[in-house]
């Protein structure tokens, strides 16, 4: 009677699933599987069991190998007792829940015995499962990617993410002592961004420490679109050339000339003069003038060397607000790279079928 109603629910499924599957373009590992499928509810375990075989040898992804694998099993221990192969079934099942904690028998390939059994392995054999967000967004210096990893058994755990092409370690983190938890690992790095936009492998090992033979690898794909982070060039130095003279010429050199004549003139000037006194009888009137001369001119030329130029006012208003401009463009510059690392987005997609 249980094999009546198996083979109801398979044609059922079957005759629900036709016409969608007609418009779905033809794959050969997945047909294959079917007929494999086919021939385990149609009591034909030793056919069931060489076509799930025969996929093995191909390029199968993880959600195909696992179903070949789960045909096999079915077929190594079905429901008549003279069929069953306990031991290949159950070491078919420890393969499966090893990268599977969470792994349950799909309903057309189970029944309470073989459901027994797949118990019995997850209590023998170490198990791994993963699982987390398929794509996750990190923003900024605290933005984050999380990973979450589950065992049947408080175990040691490792995580590494490798760029596909290339070398380096992107993330390498541990845990140890507990039966699950979050591998958190940030997308940013001394303000400067972890992954650039490619493929990773993402690589989780576990294993009960002292345990023999109890470890279990797991390697994942995760995709980043990690954009190229530039940066403002920030100034440091202001262009001199740019700044206007404050103050007009010195006088200088060209304060001699006018000295000269300055100094002539008042020797021509004295020359006319006649003292009184002592004075007029001691002094000549061109010792007086060589002296009056002298002094004069001196005093012209030293005035012109300690001239500094008349301040000009708008040329240090315009100095004046080249500066304030230099310091804000910096402060500007600064202030736009603190905005694009704050901003920065990191975009993880997780595959999460294992291999």
Known sequence: MRFVVRRLF??????ALA??????????IDDLLKLATDAFNNLEYSKADSLARSVMTMNLSAQQRTRAQMVMAAAAYPEEVSAQRRPAALML???LVRANYQLTMPQELTWAGLDSLLSEAKRTTFSLAVSGENQQVAIGVDGKGKIHVKAGRPSFFRITIVPKSGSGVAVADSMTGVAEGDFVFPTMRNERPVFTTGEYNVIISGYVPGARGDTATMTYTLRADAPPLTFLQVPTTMDSTKLLSERAGRFGTKSIFPALLAGGAAFAFSSVLRGEGEIANDVGADGKGVMVAGVIAATTIYAGFKDKGRLLPANVAANKAAGEAFQKSIVDAEAENRRRI?????TLTLELEGR
């Open 19 to 28: 016409a969608p599957a007609a418009l779905a373009q033809a794959n050969p």
């Open 93 to 95: 099942l420890k393969q």
């Open 342 to 346: 704050t901003e920065y987005r990191t």
């Open 10 to 15: 398979v044609t059922l499924a079957a005759l």
